[in-house]
Nanobody
Framework: QVHLVESGGGLVQAGGSLRLSCAASASVFSLFAMGWYRQGPGKQRELVATIASGGSTNYADSVKGRFTISRENAKNTVYLQMTSLKPEDTAVYYC?????????WGQGTQVTVSS
């Protein structure tokens, strides 16, 4: 079992920045593909960004150029740097870890962007 704990959410004005962190309990964290997803009010959960074990990244079109995903394997942590935040980025952000057939989720952290 892998436990994921997100932190760094909060209330920010439009145009501001936040950095989310996700700490994982996995002993082989470096082998996991990590990702950030979000679920806005009344919306389905959607992919925000992913980073593979080798470091390649993928972003939703809506966040390209504004968000950056990164990982620090020595700390078992993945980050999501969010800049130029918009009210439509308001959502609960979830950390995800995948390895082979295993798929794990964190409890989520709220990000609210005021206009």
């Amino acid at each position: 079992q892998v436990h994921l704990v997100e932190s760094g959410g909060g209330l920010v004005q439009a145009g501001g920045s936040l950095r989310l962190s996700c700490a994982a309990s996995a002993s082989v964290f470096s082998l996991f593909a990590m990702g950030w997803y979000r679920q806005g009010p009344g919306k389905q959960r959607e992919l925000v960004a992913t980073i593979a074990s080798g470091g390649s990244t993928n972003y939703a079109d809506s966040v390209k150029g504004r968000f950056t995903i990164s990982r620090e394997n020595a700390k078992n942590t993945v980050y999501l740097q969010m800049t130029s935040l918009k009210p439509e980025d308001t959502a609960v952000y979830y950390c995800n870890a995948k390895f082979l057939l295993n798929n794990y989720w964190g409890q989520g952290t709220q990000v609210t962007v005021s206009s």
